[in-house]
Structure formats: structure tokens, C-alpha cells
């Protein structure tokens, strides 16, 4: 099959990808638009796993002050090269990571760092809720387990939406950091964060 250079070009903006990577996922999809972003988001999520083992010794610290400036933020994002430190594309990601913490104050970076002993008081407590309306242990479980992931997004800033939910899409911090590392070839970590709220 025939790829255009227009179809290769509109999928690229969507995803970030390379274009021989955008003409290979598009050849493979037999020009479906939608299954192509597929493949390239499972051939993505393969080398970010190969690339989340190499080390992130350089980066930027970002901030961002609020326009009341009783409320801000600063994170640490780490990369590989300085080359992609001083990318603009990278420095942008971590300005909107440091004004969504501002936005956000989560209190864990990740949902594995939550501690196992909050987690479970929020597992007893979804539990009780569910029983308390007279549900199945099998629909108890599932209850919870959806509960428990929506709970990860209040409080875990990696799994959280961004709250500028038009500018990205309605993509997590997370989606947008493996989109970065996708583009830049590099692992990419948020690496911590700290939030600033006059008199708290």
C-alpha cells in the first residue's frame, strides 16, 4: 500500500513518532490512522522500557509562581545529554509539570510511593462503602479496585491528568513524559518535587 506524505505527516503531529517509524505504523495499519497510533504507542512503550534503565545524570530544575504569588512550585526533571537538558521541547515539559504541581500540591510523585498502610485504610474504607449498599464480594472487589486507581490520581502526580486538559489532550503526566522520552530518544524522569503555598 501507498502511504501519503500527508497521512505520515498528520500522524506524526499526533504522536511525536519519527517518520519512518509514522510510514512503517501506517503501512502495517494498511493506512488506518487510529490502529497505526497503536502500533507505534506498543513499539513506544518497548523502548521506553529498554530506555528506563539507562541513567538520567543530567536536566533542568524548573518553577512556577502563581499570578497571586502565594502559590508555586519546582521540579526536578532528569534526562540523559545536556543536548536534550537545553531542548526546548524538554524545558517546556518541565515548566507545565511544575505549574500542574502548583495546581495540584499532589502528595506522592508516583502510586508506588504511596505508603501500603494509607493505601489499605482507602482499600477498608471503598470496601465498607460498597458492602454498606449490599454488593456481591466479586463486585466489592471491583468497586474497589476502580476507587483505589481514581484515588492514585488525586494524590500521585505522575498519574494525575494535567490540569490544562485542552492544551494536552487529557493525557497524564505520565503519558506526556513517555511522549518526551518517545521524541527525544532519551529516559526522561521526573525525578521529585516541591510545592509552595504561602503560610501552609
Not at 516541591?194 to 501552609?200: E, H, K, M, S, T
Request: charged share 35%.
Amino acid at each position: 500500500m501507498v502511504v501519503s506524505a500527508t497521512d505520515v505527516k498528520a500522524l506524526r503531529d499526533r504522536t511525536g513518532a519519527a517518520m519512518m517509524d509514522c510510514k512503517a505504523a501506517l503501512t502495517e495499519s494498511e493506512g488506518d490512522l487510529d490502529r497505526a497510533i497503536e502500533i507505534l504507542r506498543v513499539k513506544g512503550q518497548a523502548s521506553a522500557a529498554k530506555r528506563e534503565e539507562r541513567g538520567t545524570d543530567e536536566g533542568v530544575v524548573a518553577s512556577y509562581v502563581h499570578a497571586n504569588d502565594r502559590v508555586g512550585a519546582m521540579v526536578e526533571v532528569q534526562c540523559e545529554t545536556d543536548f536534550v537538558a537545553r531542548n526546548e521541547d524538554f524545558k517546556a515539559f518541565a515548566y507545565e509539570v511544575a505549574l500542574h504541581v502548583a495546581a495540584t500540591a499532589p502528595r506522592y510523585l508516583s502510586s508506588e510511593q504511596i505508603p501500603t498502610e494509607e493505601r489499605q485504610a482507602e482499600e477498608r474504607v471503598f470496601g465498607e462503602k460498597a458492602r454498606k449498599d449490599g454488593k456481591p464480594d466479586n463486585v466489592v472487589e471491583k468497586i474497589v479496585e476502580g476507587q483505589l486507581a481514581k484515588w492514585a490520581k488525586q494524590v500521585a502526580l505522575l498519574d494525575q491528568t494535567h490540569v490544562n486538559t485542552e492544551k494536552h489532550d487529557s493525557k497524564s503526566i505520565e503519558e506526556l513524559r513517555q511522549e518526551l522520552a518517545a521524541k527525544t530518544g532519551e529516559n526522561i524522569r521526573v525525578a521529585r518535587y516541591a510545592y509552595f503555598r504561602v503560610g501552609a
